[in-house]
């Protein structure tokens, strides 16, 4: 069956400019997760839904970052005036429930460059 | 300190060879365990879950040792193909907390 898919595969903005990613779970996956990944580092959680809503956003690392989903199913991240820090590689992954034990499963991720 | 520590590597190691990563996890109520394969570029794949017994796919094996925190995959008679960075990855509440990763190179 279809995976996780994320639009755009990759994006090149300005410094300033507000970027929008787009987020595709498995059909019928009700957790949906959001995690950015520099180049050469680990996986940086960011946010992950339950359904629509967001109990857990933690890891947004500032203001300018914000997430949505809708209809239990495609989530967007926005990122506000963006800076060179965001370059970075942001997946989403999605799972059938969120809890322990469950598989999750990934996008091939957005790879966002701000210049 | 971080919730999941790995050594970073990189691991050179020749067609055949056993390889062993060990991950450390700082979360005693921990409850699942899983190991992950990034290929460069590509987005993380899940390798195997980690059971408290212990469990065996193939060429690699997994345990884990709840006393001492600790995770450890090893893989045999390793391909060229298993080149990648594994990530050792351990339930945080309801989200998964991910390692850095040990990165693997095998050279013919």
């Known amino acids: 069956g279809a995976g996780v898919s994320q639009s755009p595969s990759n994006k090149v903005t300005e410094k300033g400019k507000d970027v929008e990613l787009r987020c595709d779970p498995i059909s019928g996956h009700t957790a949906l997760y959001w995690y950015r990944q520099r180049l050469g580092q680990g996986l940086e959680f960011l946010i992950y839904?339950?359904?629509?809503?967001?109990?857990?956003k933690s890891g947004l690392p500032s203001d300018r970052f914000s997430a949505e989903r809708t209809g239990e199913s495609v989530s967007t991240l926005t990122i506000q005036r963006t800076q060179q820090e965001d370059s970075a590689v942001y997946l989403c992954a999605s799972s059938p429930v969120s809890g322990q034990g469950y598989e999750q499963y990934f996008g091939p991720g957005t790879r966002l460059t701000v210049t | 300190r971080k919730e999941v520590e790995q050594d970073p590597g990189p691991f050179n190691v020749p067609e055949g060879a056993t390889v062993a990563f060990n991950c450390t996890y700082s979360?005693?109520?921990?409850?699942?365990f899983f190991w992950y394969r990034q290929d460069c570029r590509k987005e993380p794949k899940l390798l195997m879950s980690?059971?408290?017994s212990g469990n065996e796919d193939g060429r690699f094996t997994a345990q884990l040792n709840r006393a001492s925190q600790y995770i450890s995959l090893l893989i045999r008679d390793s391909k060229l193909s298993d080149s990648a960075t594994y990530l050792c990855v351990v339930n945080s509440l309801k989200q998964l907390t991910f390692g850095s990763g040990t990165q693997l190179t095998v050279l013919p």
């Open positions: 980690v059971y408290s």
């Open positions: 979360n005693s109520a921990s409850q699942s």
């Open positions: 839904f339950q359904g629509n809503s967001a109990p857990d």
